[in-house]
């Protein structure tokens, strides 16, 4: 079995910073692209960043110039620095990854990680 953890989230006022770190573990044969999504109280979940197995980034509109997704895939971990955080960056982070094992390319979600941006 495959699973994802996330750690690093907590409370932090306006204009501070955090790092999330998500580790992919189990029967993993490859990884493909790794992700961070969030889901604020009320709104669907949303794609914040995510890097492809050569490193291509992308990242939401909102975000842009302000968080950074990295991967260190010898450790099988992706992380997610936030700089500059604002009140509406409030949410549930999830890590996300496209893992090959012995079955197809599928996509595993870790449990999330709350953060909250207070003004």
């Known amino acids: 079995q495959v699973q994802l953890v996330e750690s690093g989230g907590g409370l932090v006022q306006a204009g501070g910073s955090l790092r999330l770190s998500c580790a992919a573990s189990?029967?993993?044969?490859?990884?493909?692209?790794m992700a961070w999504y969030r889901q604020a109280p009320g709104k669907q979940r949303e794609l914040v960043a995510g890097i492809s197995s050569g490193g291509s980034t992308n990242y939401a509109e909102s975000v842009k110039g302000r968080f950074t997704i990295s991967r260190d895939k010898a450790k099988n971990t992706v992380y997610l620095q936030m700089n500059s955080l604002k009140p509406m960056d409030t949410a549930v982070y999830y890590c996300n990854a496209r893992i090959w094992t012995v079955l197809p390319v599928k996509d595993y979600w870790g449990q999330g990680t709350q953060v909250t941006v207070s003004s």
């Open positions: 189990g029967s993993i044969f490859s990884i493909d692209s």
